[in-house]
Structures are given as structure tokens and as C-alpha cells.
């Protein structure tokens, strides 16, 4: 199983950006995908996550109103769309996804590569 990341960048603080995140290889279900973020000195956090089957989703309070969390069932694949950034935001954004590869295995937590938002002017 991979995960893909993509989309970070450099962005002045109140732009835009859209992470993406597909993932590939020998899956069986995907329960849930989501997405976190570690800054420097900081440790990782949540900071959206969408079930598969319900589309529910929850974000840590510093980002609600801000960024949106959505899915592709069909591409097996996450977004974050995130608007009016903020300085606080720059980290390394992982994606994650609970993933079965058969049908008699429990679900397991995949990574992407991480990709680097930096809010600056």
C-alpha cells in the first residue's frame, strides 16, 4: 500500500491551498482517511479525518471554519482544502489512511510522505 501526497507549498498568510492524497496498492477497504500535521519542536496532531462510508468528518478547533476535508471513494483519494492560512499552520501535513488489505485482516494505519505548508509573507 502507498500513499501519495500532494500539493503543500509556500502561501502568504490568509491564501490558499489543496493537499491531495491517493492511495494505491493491494487495498482491500479504506474505513477512514485523514489528514495531520507536525511542527518543528511540535508533536503530530490531528487535523481532519473522514470515514469512508458516512463522508463524517472532524477537525481540530484551530482549523474549523478554515479547512475542509473531502473524499473520492472511487480514486481512493483525500483532499484538505485549506483557506485563510495562517503562519500557525506552516508543519509537514501527513495524510493517513485505516486500511484493510483482505477481508479476515483488521484495519491498519498507513502514511503518506508528508508535504511541507509554509504560511509566510
Known amino acids: 500500500v502507498q500513499l501519495q501526497a500532494y500539493g503543500g507549498g509556500l502561501v502568504q498568510p490568509g491564501g490558499s491551498l489543496r493537499l491531495s492524497c491517493a492511495a494505491s496498492?493491494?487495498?482491500?477497504?479504506?474505513?477512514?482517511m485523514g489528514w495531520y500535521r507536525q511542527a518543528p519542536g511540535k508533536q503530530r496532531e490531528v487535523v481532519a479525518t473522514?470515514?469512508?462510508?458516512?463522508?463524517?468528518?472532524n477537525y481540530v478547533d484551530s482549523v474549523k471554519g478554515r479547512f475542509t476535508i473531502s473524499q473520492e471513494n472511487a480514486k481512493n483519494t483525500v483532499y484538505l482544502q485549506m483557506n485563510s492560512l495562517k503562519p500557525e499552520d506552516t508543519a509537514v501535513y501527513y495524510c493517513?489512511?485505516?486500511?484493510?488489505?483482505?477481508?479476515?485482516?483488521?484495519?491498519?494505519?498507513?502514511w503518506g510522505q508528508g508535504t511541507q505548508v509554509t504560511v509566510s509573507s
Open positions: 493517513n489512511a485505516k486500511i484493510k488489505r483482505d477481508y479476515y485482516l483488521t484495519p491498519r494505519d498507513y
Open positions: 496498492g493491494g487495498i482491500f477497504t479504506i474505513s477512514a
Open positions: 473522514i470515514t469512508s462510508t458516512s463522508g463524517s468528518t
